[in-house]
């Protein structure tokens, strides 16, 4: 993905400890727009969000920024599942991933990613911060198009959301 065809949208949320923070997200220039939209519902909502920095605050580590708790959109890296290698939806800016340790990615013969989500892996005990289907973090994003990686089979990620929902 060129540089130019990514865009920082500073973004206003609502913290876990009611504050309001900005926080700042890479994105596709092609979908900014409904990242502003998604956003604005979440805020208004007071949806708690943990931290939102750019995955270079994490040195482009992945693990770190969901250890982190970390609220991130682009990164160049490949897709984090079995078969053949190919790029991540991240790699393009056409994915977010939100509240990674409330909304943990699980694939079956692997630990939690990130091992602070195991406290989230029971999706039947709804808490804040979690994404779920019919709470706000779903249907923002699905008002837009937007695809969830919870409604993956085998292997859900929670914290997923992207254009074409892969």
Known sequence: MPPGELRAVQLSYAGFDGRAHTGEIIVNATVARQVIG?????????FPISTMEPVDAF?????????????????????????PP???MHA???????NTVQNPYL??????QP????????????RRGMAYHGGILVAAFN???WGWGGDWAGSPDYQH???NGH
């Open 143 to 145: 008002s837009v198009g």
């Open 38 to 46: 998604v956003f604005r519902i979440l805020y208004r909502a007071r």
């Open 92 to 98: 393009d800016g056409l994915a977010i991933d939100i």
């Open 115 to 126: 091992p602070a989500g195991a406290a989230y892996v029971d999706r039947s005990d709804i």
């Open 161 to 163: 959301f992207s254009v």
């Open 86 to 88: 190919q790029w991540s």
């Open 59 to 83: 040195r482009g580590s992945d693990p770190r920024s969901m250890a982190a708790d970390n609220t991130s959109g682009f990164n160049c890296r490949p897709v984090d599942a079995p078969g």
């Open 107 to 112: 694939e079956p013969g692997f630990p939690v």
